[in-house]
């Protein structure tokens, strides 16, 4: 799906465009259905070898974070705030250490946000003769009609041996039939799943790569509503060591979303993940939005008007309020379409049971049942 084009000259006259997309992940299948594999992307740079290989090859994918057609609620690429995997290099260039820092952005099902690398904003803050602060901002992120960012902070501290930061490598909202989904009716519904630790990269000698290997880190899980300021509600974080999984993802962590509140309304949440290695080095990441209560009041539970005044037909949803904005939301609480002009076209959307809301123009707001 191609999200950015840039155009770049190499000499006078000869002017290429280069495109990047949002990448699905590898998928397998069969007669019985679509098996997704979520298998570690790594953007501009390739795929790193396992240990004791000097060759690329593609990481196998990771048993607990993949999914198949069946566990997923809803796949729609490119919906949700990603999670950054930070991947980090070093390398000894004249007797001076150089590290890369390269972002990575990967949403909930695996996939991949190559445009994303090249929009992020990057700050870099000497905080003491020891410690460097570096905060990479990106922005480019819609959710359910909600403007969101993705902020991650590194703090790394120059006298230590080991300087360099933990990193997150996925993270996955979960319900408690294991749908892979980031809305859910009651909090206690959902739990997150995150994998990630303390990455330390080995070149190869005489070779154009190298490996990982992964030591623990400390984690540090809250949240709070979208768009408020912490600190938020801690979660209870527990390892689940038996998915430890490298290459390419780490130690495996789990929390369930049971501490927010329960709430009538829709509401989405911010979540705010520390990784800290024994050195003190940290990864601070900012996901927001990250996941939705969905209320008992929202989606397809939710008290209707049934004078709210729209009609279907002819492939559309009018209203008779031409200049009112309607929403049109999912049974799960999804927003599927809007618009600000009275009417939605609803030709290609999956038939059911949807909530329609009305807002006119002076804010009030009626809401009714459809069946499409």
Not at 34 to 56: K, W
Not at 63 to 72: E, I, M, N, Q, V
Not at 81 to 99: A, K, L
Request: aromatic fraction near 10%.
């Amino acid at each position: 799906m191609s999200e950015y084009m840039v155009k770049e000259s190499y000499s006078p006259g000869d002017t290429i465009k280069n495109f990047y997309f949002t990448c699905g992940q590898q998928v397998m299948g069969d007669k019985n259905g679509l098996y997704y594999v979520t298998a570690g992307y790594e953007e501009d740079g390739g795929f790193n070898s396992p240990q004791g290989m000097v060759r690329s090859q593609v990481y196998p994918g990771h048993p607990a974070l993949s999914f198949t057609d069946k566990t997923a609620a809803n796949i729609v690429y490119g919906e949700s705030c990603p999670v950054n995997s930070v991947r980090f290099t070093s390398e000894n260039v004249d007797g001076q250490e150089q590290i890369s820092i390269i972002p990575n952005y990967v949403g909930r099902y695996g996939e991949l946000r190559d445009a994303d690398y090249h929009v992020v904003e990057q700050q870099e803050q000497q905080v003491t003769d020891n410690i460097y602060s570096i905060i990479l901002t990106n922005k480019n992120v819609n959710v359910d009609g909600l403007d969101g960012m993705n902020k991650t902070q590194l703090v790394m501290i120059e006298n230590k041996p080991d300087h360099v930061p933990p990193t997150l490598q996925m993270l996955q909202f979960k319900d408690k039939q294991g749908n892979v989904t980031d809305r859910f009716k009651e909090a206690r519904d959902g739990v997150v799943e995150i994998a990630g630790g303390d990455f330390t990269y080995n070149p190869v000698p005489e070779s154009y790569t190298g490996y990982f290997t992964c030591t623990p880190a400390e984690i540090q899980v809250s949240c709070y509503q979208h768009g408020a300021t912490g600190p938020g509600m801690l979660l209870t974080v527990e390892e689940v060591p038996a998915l430890y999984f490298m290459p390419g993802f780490g130690h495996f962590f789990r929390a369930s979303l049971e501490p927010v509140p329960d709430t009538s309304q829709k509401q989405w949440y911010d979540m705010e993940i520390t990784l800290t290695d024994p050195s003190g080095n940290k990864q601070t990441q900012t996901i927001s939005p990250a996941f939705c209560i969905i209320g008992t009041e929202s989606g397809i539970t939710s008290t209707t008007v049934s004078t709210a005044g729209v009609t279907i037909e002819n492939g559309k949803i009018t209203s008779q309020d031409r200049h009112a904005m309607l929403q049109l939301y999912s049974i799960d609480g999804r927003l599927a379409a809007q618009s600000r002009n009275g009417e939605i076209l609803t030709d290609g959307m999956t038939h059911g049971v949807y909530v329609v809301k009305i807002i006119d123009t002076a804010g009030n707001c009626q809401s009714q049942k459809v069946m499409l």
